[in-house]
């Protein structure tokens, strides 16, 4: 019976020691999830910002390219247009030349025939 007194004024001093303390509050598991939120976030904002970044170079460059290729097309129309130009301008010179033989030639035979 002493064994079941002792063991019973030791369970009554833990009781009582245990009911004068505070239960500590377990830590917030909403906080770390929040962090780990706001990380992702921060991470696909600067993925969404390197991506566009990514994108205006890219653009840029394509529009750079298409404006030279558009100047060398413009550049090799212009030397075709002047090639062309100077072709039709030798062809006019020797049509007129020949005509200019021509009416000479017709000219001198009128004159062979008023003169017979």
Known sequence: MNKSIILASLLAAVALAACGK????AAPAV??????????????TDAAKDG????????????AATADAAK??????TDAAKDAAATAAD????????????????ADAA??????
């Open 22 to 25: 505070k239960e500590e509050a």
């Open 31 to 44: 906080a770390p999830v929040v962090e780990a939120a706001k990380e992702g976030a921060a991470a696909v």
């Open 52 to 63: 566009a970044a990514a994108v205006t170079e890219a653009a840029k460059e394509g529009a």
């Open 72 to 77: 060398d097309a413009a550049a090799a129309a």
């Open 91 to 106: 062809a006019t010179k020797e049509a007129a030349d020949k005509a200019a033989e021509a009416a000479k030639a017709a």
């Open 111 to 116: 004159k062979e025939a008023v003169q017979k």
